[in-house]
């Protein structure tokens, strides 16, 4: 289903000429070897671009459309026209003279198997070159002197005769094309992605800019150890696959995975996503409502969601936008030297939209006026289960996989993810550095607290509770508790201004736990608070306790389970972000 759907993309981005055709790729240059009609290499250039990398500039190489590059391990194995200097010069950094040699002496037989019968001068020109030079003499070449350590490094280069790259000759890519074509000798099998018989390709190539994989590639079909494979079969015999079908569905992936606008990194996984029409508006809308960027206005955003989720087609950017369009989404994580699909999903856009949707309205909750957006993003929801005072402030790999999952499916969200924010309330202390910042119930604790039980619903954790703002007309006593501890500090806090640590501080753990313990010693506390206040104050604060202890009875829980807790932390929340509206306002 993967392969058959990258496949599939591929096609449509080679049929609107976004993409290589069979055979070719976009390969990272950075040299360029000028050369005569006799072969003599006459200078080196560079075609190294500068190109902005977080806040510098750095010199990065030029993507050329070459022919496709072969998936190298410990071999020797040459490309065509383009390589590294062991195999076009035949001399590196890695000393190993010997293993250079046989590398040059494989590229050299390569290009002349290749462009022997081929009438043109460029060909000529690389034949002649291969023939004239001397590896042994390459280090002392006077061409090579200026650049010669980051030649050597290990960068691509690529040939040029009378002022043309020899990859646009059309001679030479005809002889290229015919190369490819030809079937290898292999064993005749079904496609499993195509489903014709054929020659299947026993390597498949490497997929690149992965987050933590090989920054050389890894591969995404792979068999390198008995255990995987069956019935006598190696390498990717185990899954054959047709040199078309393999050389497609890694050229599409590849081509999505350095489109770095529409890739999404989410703990230890790399998003990519597409429609099935090849329309990037698609992405682009789908990436703006999942992390909440702004490509778009806030305004046209809304428009548009509102009419694709109810079914209507949509006339957005230049593009005419289907609610019934196949959307696909896939999360690839590093393993060793493959790669691990942590999900792939295949729906309608329209259902994919609906359920981010429905997502984002069980996570509105009252928020700081600071606070640029509406709810929080799927990585501040996995931060908030990180000690963010921690070396490692990642979080989860696989809690990340399953929040993400439970968003695009409109599923329940995972129980490890309440317990992570759970652990985080429990053992939180205030920074004593940094005393202003969010404290145990944050904004977006109490947003994933509201929108979990909301979707993973508890009769302890009734909807009177998990409301947008405080619902002063909740009767649920676990909330009122929560309310009636934020008013108590509130009080503590009007008797001793500019307190650094309040009853929040030690007793918010116990309070939310064994409320029969602690909350008769806080009353009483309270009492001595009252006292140093003004009257007006007093009798502001005195009504919010009468209003709130005639909703708890006479007697507090001995014990409050797990959601009921979440009750309290959401009721605390609640009032707090009252009191701090308030606060704004004047």
């Given at each position: 289903?993967?392969?058959?759907?990258?496949?599939?993309?591929?096609?449509?981005?080679?049929?609107?000429?976004?993409?290589?055709?069979?055979?070719?790729?976009?390969?990272?240059?950075?040299?360029?070897?000028?050369?005569?009609?006799?072969?003599?290499?006459?200078?080196?250039?560079?075609?190294?671009?500068?190109?902005?990398?977080?806040?510098?500039?750095?010199?990065?190489?030029?993507?050329?459309?070459?022919?496709?590059?072969?998936?190298?391990?410990?071999?020797?194995?040459?490309?065509?026209?383009?390589?590294?200097?062991?195999?076009?010069?035949?001399?590196?950094?890695?000393?190993?003279?010997?293993?250079?040699?046989?590398?040059?002496?494989?590229?050299?037989?390569?290009?002349?198997?290749?462009?022997?019968?081929?009438?043109?001068?460029?060909?000529?020109?690389?034949?002649?070159?291969?023939?004239?030079?001397?590896?042994?003499?390459?280090?002392?070449?006077?061409?090579?002197?200026?650049?010669?350590?980051?030649?050597?490094?290990?960068?691509?280069?690529?040939?040029?005769?009378?002022?043309?790259?020899?990859?646009?000759?059309?001679?030479?890519?005809?002889?290229?094309?015919?190369?490819?074509?030809?079937?290898?000798?292999?064993?005749?099998?079904?496609?499993?992605?195509?489903?014709?018989?054929?020659?299947?390709?026993?390597?498949?190539?490497?997929?690149?800019?992965?987050?933590?994989?090989?920054?050389?590639?890894?591969?995404?079909?792979?068999?390198?150890?008995?255990?995987?494979?069956?019935?006598?079969?190696?390498?990717?015999?185990?899954?054959?696959?047709?040199?078309?079908?393999?050389?497609?569905?890694?050229?599409?992936?590849?081509?999505?995975?350095?489109?770095?606008?529409?890739?999404?990194?989410?703990?230890?996984?790399?998003?990519?996503?597409?429609?099935?029409?090849?329309?990037?508006?698609?992405?682009?809308?789908?990436?703006?409502?999942?992390?909440?960027?702004?490509?778009?206005?806030?305004?046209?955003?809304?428009?548009?969601?509102?009419?694709?989720?109810?079914?209507?087609?949509?006339?957005?950017?230049?593009a005419l936008l289907d609610p019934n369009m196949d959307f696909y989404v896939m999360a690839l994580s590093p393993n060793a030297a493959r790669l691990s699909v942590r999900f792939?999903?295949?729906?309608?856009?329209?259902?994919?939209?609906?359920?981010?949707?429905?997502?984002?309205?069980?996570?509105?909750?009252?928020?700081?006026?600071?606070?640029?957006?509406?709810?929080?993003?799927?990585?501040?929801?996995?931060?908030?289960?990180?000690?963010?005072?921690?070396?490692?402030?990642?979080?989860?790999s696989i809690l990340a996989g399953e929040i993400l999952r439970a968003a695009l499916n409109n599923t329940s969200y995972p129980a490890t993810l309440l317990n992570g924010v759970?652990?985080?309330?429990?053992?939180?202390?205030?920074?004593?550095?940094?005393?202003?910042?969010?404290?145990?119930?944050?904004?977006?604790?109490?947003?994933?607290?509201?929108?979990?039980?909301?979707?993973?619903?508890?009769?302890?954790?009734?909807?009177?509770?998990?409301?947008?703002?405080?619902?002063?007309?909740?009767?649920?006593?676990?909330?009122?508790?929560?309310?009636?501890?934020?008013?108590?500090?509130?009080?503590?806090?009007?008797?001793?201004?500019?307190?650094?640590?309040?009853?929040?501080?030690?007793?918010?753990?116990?309070?939310?736990?064994?409320?029969?313990?602690?909350?008769?010693?806080?009353?009483?506390?309270?009492?001595?608070?009252?006292?140093?206040?003004?009257?007006?104050?007093?009798?502001?604060?005195?009504?919010?306790?009468?209003?709130?202890?005639?909703?708890?009875?006479?007697?507090?829980?001995?014990?409050?389970?797990?959601?009921?807790?979440?009750?309290?932390?959401?009721?605390?929340?609640h009032q707090t972000q009252t009191r701090f509206e308030k606060k704004e306002e004047k």
């Open positions: 289903m993967i392969l058959q759907a990258l496949t599939e993309h591929y096609q449509t981005l080679a049929d609107s000429g976004k993409i290589s055709p069979p055979g070719w790729g976009q390969i990272k240059v950075s040299y360029v070897l000028c050369i005569s009609i006799d072969g003599e290499l006459e200078q080196v250039i560079s075609v190294q671009t500068e190109q902005k990398k977080g806040k510098k500039t750095v010199l990065a190489p030029r993507l050329m459309a070459l022919p496709a590059p072969v998936k190298r391990s410990s071999g020797v194995a040459a490309n065509f026209l383009c390589d590294n200097s062991s195999y076009l010069l035949g001399v590196d950094q890695k000393n190993k003279p010997q293993r250079a040699l046989e590398c040059f002496q494989a590229c050299k037989h390569l290009h002349e198997t290749l462009l022997k019968g081929v009438d043109s001068p460029a060909a000529k020109a690389v034949l002649a070159f291969f023939q004239a030079w001397q590896p042994e003499q390459a280090v002392n070449h006077p061409a090579l002197s200026q650049d010669r350590e980051d030649i050597l490094s290990g960068v691509n280069l690529v040939f040029r005769y009378n002022g043309a790259f020899i990859q646009d000759d059309p001679l030479i890519q005809q002889a290229w094309d015919a190369y490819y074509q030809i079937d290898e000798a292999g064993p005749q099998m079904v496609c499993l992605v195509t489903g014709e018989r054929g020659s299947v390709e026993s390597i498949h190539p490497s997929i690149k800019n992965v987050q933590g994989a090989q920054s050389s590639g890894a591969a995404l079909v792979s068999f390198n150890a008995p255990a995987f494979c069956s019935y006598g079969k190696e390498q990717n015999y185990n899954a054959p696959t047709s040199k078309y079908a393999a050389f497609a569905y890694t050229t599409a992936l590849n081509y999505l995975l350095s489109d770095q606008e529409h890739v999404y990194q989410f703990g230890d996984a790399t998003v990519v996503c597409w429609a099935k029409s090849g329309s990037d508006v698609y992405q682009n809308i789908f990436n703006d409502c999942l992390t909440g960027q702004t490509r778009y206005s806030e305004q046209d955003m809304q428009s548009v969601v509102e009419k694709l989720t109810k079914g209507h087609e949509v006339l957005f950017d230049e792939f999903m295949r729906n309608t856009f329209g259902h994919f939209l609906k359920n981010i949707q429905a997502h984002r309205e069980r996570l509105k909750i009252i928020r700081p006026v600071y606070k640029k957006f509406e709810v929080p993003s799927l990585k501040e929801i996995l931060d908030a289960t990180v000690n963010q005072n921690s070396r490692d402030k990642k979080g989860a759970t652990l985080r309330v429990r053992a939180e202390q205030r920074d004593k550095d940094h005393p202003e910042r969010p404290f145990k119930i944050t904004w977006q604790r109490a947003a994933i607290i509201k929108a979990y039980y909301l979707k993973n619903t508890h009769s302890d954790v009734p909807k009177e509770v998990l409301t947008v703002s405080l619902n002063s007309d909740s009767i649920n006593i676990p909330y009122n508790l929560g309310r009636l501890l934020s008013v108590l500090e509130a009080i503590q806090s009007s008797a001793n201004p500019g307190i650094n640590a309040t009853i929040k501080d030690k007793y918010f753990n116990s309070a939310s736990a064994t409320p029969a313990i602690v909350f008769p010693v806080l009353m009483n506390l309270a009492q001595k608070h009252l006292k140093k206040l003004d009257a007006g104050l007093r009798t502001y604060y005195d009504k919010q306790l009468i209003a709130l202890l005639a909703k708890l009875g006479e007697d507090y829980p001995a014990r409050m389970s797990l959601p009921q807790q979440g009750s309290f932390q959401l009721g605390y929340y």
